[in-house]
């Protein structure tokens, strides 16, 4: 019988994390979610709740920490670490934070969750990663690479940080026999969607919001031996948004 395949992924709660836990469920792996919040019963996963680590991503401490309790859930070998978690705070009204108003405080937590503990997760991981020749998926987004009308300046600047990350991390990672590559999400249709997203519909070549069983498909195909040979890459999946 052969070894049933581990990931661990961040955010799994809903939108893009939720469809992820799906795909990678029905191929039959174990997944390891990590989130804020505790394990919601109404996800419709087998073995959900033994499998879940509630975990404050914005705290550096907590994600170190949290590390032991992966290592001892997965025992040895993880095929797959996607970091998906990502927060974009908004001002009052949902209004867009730019760089002259969000403060300080804001940048930091936004990069904690978004890029810093991608890296700690990943180091911390690195031996299991090794040891399953895996494979680790960055998300990023389209706001990575302009500015775009609802994403703030703190998270378009850690998405575009975290796909310089992914390019080093590659370097670094390959020789232990571990992939690292990105993928750059457009306008999915998720809860984390503003207001106004319709007028951005309506200039995209494809004219249709994503839907996060498609991206949570590039994400599946960054993990298995189809993408054998790709690494350091940041793949677009938003209907030719980018164009």
Not at 55 to 75: M, N, V, Y
Not at 86 to 102: A, D, F, M, Q, Y
Not at 174 to 184: C, D, S
Request: charged share 20%; glycine share 10%.
């Amino acid at each position: 019988m052969s070894e049933q395949k581990v990931m661990v992924l961040t955010g799994a709660s809903r939108g893009i994390g939720h469809a992820t836990v799906k795909r990678f469920s029905a191929e039959g792996w174990r997944v390891l979610t990590c989130s804020r919040q505790p394990f919601d019963a109404r996800c419709p996963w087998p073995g959900g709740a033994e499998n879940h680590i509630q975990i404050d991503l914005a705290s550096p401490d907590a994600t170190i920490q949290a590390i032991a309790t992966i290592k001892e859930k997965i025992g040895g070998r993880l095929h797959a670490l996607v970091n998906n978690a990502g927060i974009s705070p908004k001002g009052p009204g949902g209004k867009r934070l730019n760089t002259l108003e969000t403060d300080l405080r804001t940048w930091g937590q936004v990069f904690h969750v978004n890029f810093f503990a991608s890296i700690v997760l990943a180091r911390g991981l690195q031996e299991e990663l090794s040891a399953a020749r895996g494979s680790v998926v960055n998300v990023t987004s389209i706001a990575g690479a302009r500015v775009h009308p609802f994403a703030g300046a703190a998270y378009a600047t850690s998405k575009a940080a975290l796909a310089a990350l992914t390019r080093e991390m590659a370097h670094d990672f390959g020789p232990l026999g571990v992939r690292v590559n990105a993928i750059a999400p457009g306008e999915i249709e998720t809860s984390i969607l503003s207001p106004g997203t319709d007028k951005i519909v309506e200039k995209l070549p494809m004219q249709r919001l994503g839907q996060p069983r498609e991206v949570a498909d590039v994400i599946w195909f960054l993990c298995s031996d189809q993408s054998s040979y790709i690494s350091g890459a940041e793949i677009e999946v938003n209907g030719a948004q980018h164009v």
